[in-house]
């Protein structure tokens, strides 16, 4: 690759690091965002709790043109005198999800910016892509461990019980698993990287 070619490629690589980059702090103002409609949801209707989750599949008459027959999976419940263990429940699954992926996205940022700065194979980046992946796996749990938890009550003031689909929560969080595994690959090349390099520079 000539000078020129490679100043190309430089600009191109810069350009696509400050896309990363400005990408990575619209989603932190959107997960920021997000949380904060979310928590205020749960308190949109004043003395109840209003959540929306997965309830036994049933039939109903949707409003459509004279009436269509339909079968709901998921509604907007509103519940009075919940726990307050169980409110708690609910505003920390928002919020530690949230504050989970709003770190993976910082660290994420910064790895950009060591990268932009030509510091690839290092500790440092192990160590962040090693703790992204740590961040992603956290928010695919601790979502919805306390949103469980916190359904719980909701159903229980309700006089029912969230039995049945508890487990499509976790369901919900796979997306993040696999995220988190990319992430945690990532951070093995880099581990690699880092000792290759390491080696090569030795024999130098």
Known sequence: MNGKDAAKQARADRNDFNVAIAVGALVIGWLLFDSIRGIAGLFATAGSVTVTTRIPAQEITAAIGEGAPAIVETATLMAADVSAISVVSLVLAIALRALCLIAVAVLGVIVCRRLMRGILFDRANTRLTFVMSMGLLAAGLVGPWF???????????????????????????????VAAIAV?????????????QKDAEGLV
């Open 147 to 177: 949103e469980n938890m916190g359904l719980n009550g909701v159903f229980a003031a309700l006089g029912g019980e969230f039995d049945e689909q508890r487990w499509l929560l976790f369901a919900d969080g796979i997306p993040l698993f």
């Open 184 to 196: 945690g690959v990532l951070a093995i090349v880099f581990r690699r990287g880092a000792s290759l």
